[in-house]
């Protein structure tokens, strides 16, 4: 069911299309040979093109053109062997030049499409409309100071991609599934490495509400949102702020809005610009970018397996449900985990460990897969003991957070702590044969009906045998001697 928002005159519907902002990974910025890196003291990674000193001219970054293309694939768009770079022009303190080189017009990526990834293992397309390569601007900084502003010119001239989606999106969920995929998208093509906190990602998110059917409604704009969480507060509280105003016979103003973290409200930025307020033309001092079809194609020999036919493969190779395959190929590495674990065992089995104890064990303990104290290879030798039924699933648990506590083998703790289970049908016959003969009453009650007394039986060989009896066998052994 769609989602929609009750407000006094019926349900509304709400509109969203999504502008992000993405940080190429690359050594140098788009037009001059400074560095990128993240956590540099304010403008020690300013060059004097970055700064605008007169008489500097820009020099396109070829790496992150490619990078630019390589995005453009993953997001099966189509890639424009022409494209123009343009002057934004607006000014601000932290626009050394007073104009950003973006691209307007002529753009390097046109249409494509995104996957999103639902509830209930549902997915949807969103359509994207364009993707262009833009210079950031520098970062004003005005909390060092009672009354004065810094600019760090550290960020100025990093280049970017914006993303810009369809106003296809329907809700908040959708907005963040939407978020979420772009950023797995880009982090496994490693055009981006999606760090919101760090600002090489971050979005505006335009809402407007209307009638379901009717036309679309006067947007707003909420700029640079740095977190997912934000955006879909962000989105909830200006869709209803909008129909307030409409049902209290108010117009909607096309204006560009902050999002406070702290209060989850939205406020007034100032009047939306139109395209004309920024008097675009193209830069006199660089020259249209033209692709070699060649080389565009060299590109695509790199595209490595994306999101989405990682799933496809995971469903019919390891039989997963979709919704399995989507959490587990969400994040590249832990794919990549997972695919190790997996390698010539239980498929659905060693999905259900990692999915399961293994991330578990990780959130709880606050490491990243790097740091993490049991290797693929490790919880991979675990689950074949369960499967070769050297030990019971449960336990395997206890073997497991030994495991994980003292960065040792299944195999070897199993040694150890003399875990293996018992699967000598003679040894469970035994203990099975002394329950029986030293009960009568409950084989009596077993007898007369009273089906459930199979589980006292279950838990007493269990104890009998120290909890090392394969649980199958237990089961079996005890239905056909109870039946005698």
């Not at 189509?78 to 080189?101: C, H, T, W």
């Not at 914006?162 to 106003?167: A, D, F, G, N, T």
């Not at 939407?178 to 490693?190: D, F, M, P, Q």
Request: with cysteine.
């Amino acid at each position: 069911m769609s989602y929609r928002i009750k407000g006094n005159t019926g349900e509304w519907e709400v509109v969203i299309g999504l502008e992000v902002h993405a940080q190429v990974i690359s050594n140098s910025k788009l037009f001059s040979g400074a560095a990128t890196a993240f956590g540099a003291e304010p403008n020690h990674q300013v060059s004097l093109v970055d700064a605008a000193m007169p008489g500097m001219l820009p020099v396109l970054n070829k790496e992150v053109v490619a990078q630019g293309v390589r995005t453009g694939l993953g997001l099966r768009a189509k890639i424009n062997m022409k494209s123009v770079f343009e002057r934004k022009n607006y000014f601000y303190a932290d626009l050394p030049q007073g104009y950003q080189i973006s691209q307007f017009l002529e753009p390097i990526v046109g249409e494509g499409i995104i996957t999103l990834d639902l509830d209930g293992g549902e997915t949807r397309d969103v359509g994207i409309e364009r993707m262009h390569l833009e210079q950031d601007a520098g970062k004003s900084i005005h909390d060092q100071h009672p009354t004065q502003s810094y600019i760090d010119l550290n960020r100025s001239g990093v280049a970017l991609m914006e993303i810009v989606s369809r106003p296809d999106l329907r809700s908040p969920e959708e907005a963040g599934a939407y978020l979420r995929k772009l950023r797995s998208i880009l982090r496994y093509l490693g055009t981006c490495d999606g760090n919101m906190d760090e600002g090489s990602m971050r979005a505006d998110v335009n809402v407007s509400v209307r009638k379901p059917g009717e036309e679309l409604g006067t947007r707003t704009e909420t700029k640079n949102v740095n977190s997912i969480r934000f955006v879909q507060q962000s989105i909830e509280f200006e869709a209803k702020r909008q129909i307030k105003l409409i049902e209290d016979g108010e117009k909607i103003v096309q204006e560009t809005r902050l999002f406070d973290p702290s209060t989850g409200t939205t406020r007034s930025m100032r009047s939306k610009e139109e395209a004309h307020d920024y008097r675009y033309f193209p830069d006199p001092d660089l020259l249209p970018l033209v692709l070699d079809p060649a080389w565009v194609e060299e590109i695509k020999k790199t595209i490595p397996e994306l999101p989405d036919e990682k799933k496809a493969r995971f469903i019919k190779d390891f039989g997963l449900s979709a919704y399995d395959a989507g959490i587990l190929v969400a994040d590249r590495d832990r794919a990549a985990f997972y695919e190790a674990v997996a390698e010539g065992r239980d498929a659905k089995l060693a999905a259900n460990w990692v999915m399961g104890d293994y991330f578990g064990a990780l959130n709880k303990s606050g490491l990243s897969l790097d740091a993490s104290p049991v290797t693929a290879q490790q919880l991979g030798g675990l689950i074949g003991l369960i499967s070769d039924d050297t030990i019971s699933g449960r336990t395997a648990k206890e073997v497991f957070e030994a495991m994980w506590e003292s960065g040792k083998d299944a195999d070897v703790i199993v040694e150890e702590k003399g875990l293996k289970q018992i699967s000598d049908t003679s040894a469970i016959e035994a203990a099975i044969d002394e329950i029986i003969a030293n009960n009568p009453g409950q084989v009596e009650g077993y007898k007369g009906g009273n089906e459930r007394l199979i589980g006292w039986f279950v838990g007493q060989t269990m104890k009998a045998t120290g909890g090392k009896a394969n649980p199958g066998m237990v089961n079996a052994l005890l239905k056909k001697k109870l039946a005698e």
